[in-house]
Structure formats: C-alpha cells, structure tokens
C-alpha cells in the first residue's frame, strides 16, 4: 500500500468570483480568500483547489486564458496571490491552482500571432484546417453549441474550438508549443503552489484525420468526442509533462477526464504510469440526463448511482486513486441533487451525504458552500443568469427548437452550472456578507436562514459535522486507505458498505431518502463504536435490524 499525503488530504474547491469581495466591487477576490482562511482552516481542510484566476477576457469565468502568468484584474494582483500563498501555507493549506491547456483565450497573444498568418511561427500553436467544400473541415459539436469551427477570413482557414469560438485548441502536436506550457507550470511551481488540477486533460491529444463524428436525433453537427476523448498521444503527452515538470515536485495532480472508464482511469493514475496522481470521472453525474442531456431532467434510481460509484471504488482498489466529489462550479448543488433541500429535511440530508462520500475510498473534494449544505436557486427569468452553456442552450433549444422556456428553467433550477455560482453565505447581513457593492450574479434568498456565521456557532450545524467527517480521516487509518465493499447491492433506498483494513471493519450506513427502510446488517455483530452520526443514536442500540429515520446516516468501527 502506497501512502501519500494526498491521498489523506481533503481538498477545498474555491470558485474565486463567488467566494469572498474585499473591495465592494461585486467580485470575489484574492484578498476575500485571505481574508477567509482562518476559516478554512478551523473547517479543517488540507488544500484548496482555485478555479482560474488568471488573465483573462471572462469569456467563460475565467476558463479562457489571455496570459497565463498574470492575475485578473477582477481578483487583484500577483502580489495579492503571494500574500495569498504565503498566508495559505501559514494556516498549513496547500494551493493547488487550475491549470487550463486544452485552449487559450483568442486574446491571447500567441493566437493573435497565430491568425496572422499562414507562415507565422505561432501558426503551430493551435489547430488550423482548410474548408472542405465550403464548409467546415467536419461536422463536430462544441460543448457550447455549434460547430467547433471558427472561420477566419484573414487567412481563409478554419480554427478549431471545442467549448466557446473564443477558446480556440491548443496544438498539443507541436513541441514548442508545449516547452511553453511546460516553462508556464515551472513558473507557478517555484512560486510555491502545490499542484494542479488540470481542465478537460483527456482531450489535448486530437486525431489528426479529424474525420465526422456520428450525427444523433437529426442534428445537423457530429459528436467527435471518439477522436479527442483520450486520444491517441494521450498518454505520450502526460508521461513527458510529468518527466519534464511533475516529476520535480512533490505535488497533487487531478485531470479533468470526461469520458473515462475505470482503466482509462489507471492509465492516467496507475502507479507505475508517471503521468497523474488521479482523475475526476463524470459518471454519477450524469444520472438522470434524458435525451437533451441534463436539459432534461429525468428521476434517477439510487441502485444505479450505487453501481456506478461502487464500480470505480473496486476497480482502482490495486492501482489507482479515485477522486470523490458530488458537486463543483460545473454542476448543481449535492443537497438538491442527490438529497432534499425542503427545510425539513436540508440539514439531515446534507450530511447523510457528507457521510456517503467521505467514508469512499479517494480524496474528497468539498466546494464551497457544501459544508453549510447551500441549495440550488430558482432565478424567475433566463435574464438572471450569467452562464455561457445556459445562455447558448436557451438560444439553441427555446428560441430555435421551440421547447417550452418554462420547462427549460426547470431544467437549469436542476441542473444548471450558476447553481453552484451563486456567492457564499457569510452572513444574513446585506449580500450574506459577499461583498458591499452589487454582486455579480443574484445571491439565493436563503441566506438569511442558511450562512456560514449561524452555522460556525452552531455545534449541530452541517458546518460542524463536515468538520467532524474531517476530522476522523486524519485519525483513522481506514477511512483513507480500507477496502471497500457493497451491501444491500439491490437496495433502492439504501446506500451501506463496509470499509477493511487489518483487523478493522468499518460500517456506513445512508439512508437516501425519506421514507423509514429496514437495514439488515448480514454479519455477526461484535464490540463496535459509532463514529459518527447525523441523528441521536444510542451507541448501545443493536443494528442486525435496524429501522433508518429519513436520511439517516451512521459509521460504526468494529
């Protein structure tokens, strides 16, 4: 068993803009962090993951790079980042910084010496095709609607973006270009970060036919992720950045890799690969999405969320390592999701969930605002939201296709990425305490009842009990590194398994709904201890039947 102290650390996602407001400005900032991190330490937490706060046009929140070595002006300065840093380290967090290279901004000054000319050197930075027959070079998708093509009458050539026209594809097939990327990784490392999370990783190796993706549901654009989803130089490309740079450093690596299978998975984190530490894979999450992905929300079976979290669980126990989250700022919030956000029942199922996942073999990740179970919004009108996926889906699917706008807000009240924007709950003064000014994007109205100070007072609160889930990582063993195992596999309500190491068994026990099921402990009861539990319970209480309250969860050590 191989042990590592990322494997024991607890990661904090930080989405910058929405986090913290030191100059009233409507927009989080470095500063706002700093100012935070006495409180991400009492929390407990051993990292924070900071989504890009780099230079950038904001075309996509950030997501769209102009320098990769600068701060945003809407976060402050890189002086504002090494006091950051520094006071980071001081409270014993690590930082580990998004690292963004499947594209660049177009602002960037290497795509603007691109599309200058033919012949310019920087022409190789990034992926440039002739029409065919007029047309685009092929029919793929961008993940932001429309053709991944961007033409360009300068040179009468196309410019090929996955996500916005304004996040043109790096060229990964050219070696300059990545001794660029290489030297800008070095640059923040011996700054003293401590890791990467590096975007939508699995895509920077492109098939260089670049042939017709499959066309579904008569739309008139191909789906290509067959030839960019790990593609063919995947695994060349990681192995020489973690030869060229990793390797250097003790650090945390996670890819962004959607469509992964669990050995997709170790090859990108197998031991002996030298490529990354772990991968975040998309499956649970997708659950639910119908024919119009998560555009239309469908119910979804606790049986196959169990199957598949279970899956990668077993399949990465020898070699490998699972990242473990329910939410981050691409996806809705957990405790609307997966539990109830009713009053009644918020609390109790935001740490049923805690509990589920915290006690999976991985390193968890929390984003912020988890920890006080923050719900989902309902904003009334497309006009209150400031995503680019939102924005370009209502165009395509309302005012094109005709969907009803009514049921297309129900969708994004489910599943839309500004869910997870809304800014943090401080307080219930003005603006929860997120800035002076007017904010960026609408607060959910629940923050009078819902904040961090109420919650912080609290010992009851969701805050504490996160805290608590932190807290027995770092005292047991078992929690990081047993081996995990499924019971009551057919169960549509609830989510049990064991945890082993040496001697000791741990038992989890979830309750996924609101309903009262029997759980049936299948082996012999011994002397046990109850961990943790998010409803009184008396420890001496038998658990061979057991009858579970609504979301109830408990973790018993024998």
Not at 68 to 87: P, Q
Request: aromatic share 14%.
């Amino acid at each position: 068993m191989q042990k590592s102290w990322w494997k024991e650390s607890v990661v904090y996602q930080i989405y910058p803009r929405s986090f913290m407001d030191s100059n009233g400005d409507g927009i989080g900032d470095l500063k706002g962090i700093t100012s935070k991190l006495p409180y991400l330490e009492n929390l407990g937490i051993d990292v924070i993951w900071l989504s890009p706060v780099y230079q950038s046009p904001n075309d996509d929140n950030g997501y769209d790079i102009s320098d990769y070595c600068a701060i945003m002006n809407d976060f402050g300065s890189m002086e504002d980042f090494d006091e950051m840093l520094r006071v980071a380290h001081q409270h014993k967090i690590k930082i580990m910084m998004d690292l963004v290279v499947n594209h660049s901004s177009d602002e960037h000054p290497w795509f603007i010496e691109s599309k200058s000319s033919k012949d310019n050197p920087k022409r190789e930075y990034y992926i440039w095709k002739a029409g065919n027959e007029g047309k685009e070079p092929n029919n793929w998708e961008a993940f932001f609607k429309g053709s991944a093509w961007q033409y360009d009458s300068e040179t009468d050539e196309y410019y090929l973006h996955l996500f916005s026209k304004k996040q043109p594809d790096l060229n990964w097939e050219s070696p300059r270009l990545r001794k660029e990327i290489y030297n800008l990784m070095t640059f923040w490392l011996d700054k003293g970060i401590d890791g990467f999370r590096m975007d939508v990783i699995n895509m920077i190796s492109k098939d260089q036919h670049f042939p017709d993706g499959k066309s579904m549901n008569g739309n008139k654009f191909g789906d290509g992720t067959p030839y960019f989803f790990n593609g063919p130089r995947i695994h060349e490309f990681l192995q020489e950045m973690n030869k060229e740079v990793l390797s250097k450093y003790d650090i945390i690596t996670v890819g962004e890799t959607p469509g992964v299978t669990p050995d997709d998975a170790k090859l990108y984190t197998g031991k002996n690969r030298n490529e990354l530490n772990m991968v975040f894979q998309f499956e649970h999450m997708d659950i639910g999405n119908g024919p119009l992905g998560k555009w239309s929300n469908l119910p979804w079976k606790l049986t196959d969320l169990k199957k598949i979290l279970s899956k990668w669980q077993i399949e990465l126990e020898e070699d490998g390592w699972n990242s473990l989250y329910w939410n981050n700022h691409d996806q809705p919030r957990v405790v609307s999701r997966f539990g109830n956000d009713s009053i009644e029942y918020r609390e109790v199922s935001a740490k049923m969930l805690g509990t589920c996942l915290h006690m999976m073999k991985g390193t968890p990740y929390i984003y912020q605002g988890e920890e006080l179970g923050m719900t989902n919004v309902s904003f009334p009108s497309i006009e209150d939201y400031k995503d680019i996926e939102i924005i370009n889906s209502y165009k395509e699917y309302v005012l094109e296709k005709g969907m009803d706008s009514d049921e297309f807000l129900k969708a994004v009240h489910a599943r839309g990425r500004d869910n997870a924007r809304t800014p943090f709950h401080w307080d219930d003064s003005l603006n929860a305490g997120f800035t002076a000014g007017t904010p960026w994007i609408d607060l959910n109205p629940n923050f009078k009842q819902l904040n961090a100070k109420e919650q912080v007072m609290n010992p009851h609160s969701v805050f504490h009990y996160y805290k608590k889930l932190i807290d027995l990582r770092k005292k047991y063993e078992i929690i990081v590194y047993g081996k995990y195992e499924l019971l009551m596999e057919e169960d549509e309500q609830i989510f049990a398994f064991t945890r082993s190491l040496g001697k000791e068994k741990l038992l989890v026990i979830c309750n996924f709904f609101k309903e009262e099921p029997l759980f049936v402990f299948p082996e012999e009861e011994s002397a046990k201890k109850l961990l943790i539990s998010n409803y009184p319970v008396d420890e001496r209480e038998p658990i061979q039947h057991l009858s579970l309250r609504p979301y109830e969860a408990r973790v018993y050590l024998f």
